[in-house]
């Protein structure tokens, strides 16, 4: 069963640079695996970040991008703001019509 | 704008049943394939289903294999999710997301606001 990881939390002090990854529990993410971001607060729905690997969604700061870095994908937040506090998920297209879910990243900024 | 607006969530005794609806606009909905996530009670996002643009393919996760199904009417611009011999763990937010093609691959790139399913007696 192929499972797909996410550190379960990380910190970054204001103004800061932090990267999120992405990975398998068993190979490499690549591009054909479409990797996709999405930023969720408590209660809220998930907003798209990023898809494809590295294209930002309509409306989202160029402080967020992605990328693949080494067997992962990455999402890197530059300048992060207090409203940047929020849980992180990325999915991966596996083909034949699924994805999978990582298990998501709870992001303080302090 | 793309809007997804989904409903029919509510209190279910384990064992039966629920359809839920999902309601687009701002797109051609017959263009798209859709989608159905899950996220139960403090945990994360799970995939439950896919549809192509059509109706003609459609997909599963293994523990909704048999119990759920997808449909969608183009002419309504709405998707279902017929959901049969529900569990207690199938108690979720269930999120309707359009995916960035008529067929179900790719990417998720819209989202509604979520409609809550409790299994419970």
């Known amino acids: 069963q192929t499972v797909v990881t996410q550190e379960p939390s990380f910190s970054v002090s204001p103004g800061g640079t932090v990267t999120l990854t992405c990975g398998l529990s068993s190979g490499s993410v690549s591009t054909d695996y479409y990797p996709s971001w999405y930023q969720q607060t408590p209660g809220q729905a998930p907003r798209t970040l990023i898809y494809?690997?590295?294209t930002r969604s309509s409306g989202v700061p160029d402080r967020f991008s992605g990328s693949i870095l080494g067997n992962k994908a990455a999402l890197t937040i530059t300048g992060a703001q207090a409203d940047d506090e929020s849980d992180y998920y990325c999915?991966?297209?596996?083909?034949?019509?699924?994805?999978?879910f990582g298990g998501g990243t709870k992001l303080t900024v302090l | 704008e793309v809007q997804l607006l989904e409903s029919g969530g509510g209190l279910v005794q384990p064992g039966g049943s629920l359809r839920l609806s999902c309601a687009a606009s701002g797109f051609t909905f017959s263009s798209y394939a859709m989608t159905w996530v899950r996220q139960a009670p403090g945990k994360g996002l799970k995939w439950v289903s896919g549809i192509s643009g059509s109706g003609d393919s459609t997909y599963y996760a293994d523990s909704v294999k048999g119990r759920f199904t997808i449909s969608r009417d183009n002419s309504k611009n709405t998707l279902y999710l017929q959901m049969n011999s529900l569990r207690a763990e199938d108690t979720a937010v269930y999120y309707c997301?359009?995916?960035?093609?008529?067929?179900?691959?790719?990417?998720?790139?819209?989202w509604g606001q979520g409609t809550l399913v409790t299994a419970s007696s």
């Open positions: 997301a359009k995916v960035r093609s008529i067929m179900v691959r790719g990417v998720l790139d819209s």
């Open positions: 999915v991966l297209y596996m083909g034949s019509g699924f994805w999978v």
């Open positions: 494809s690997t590295n």
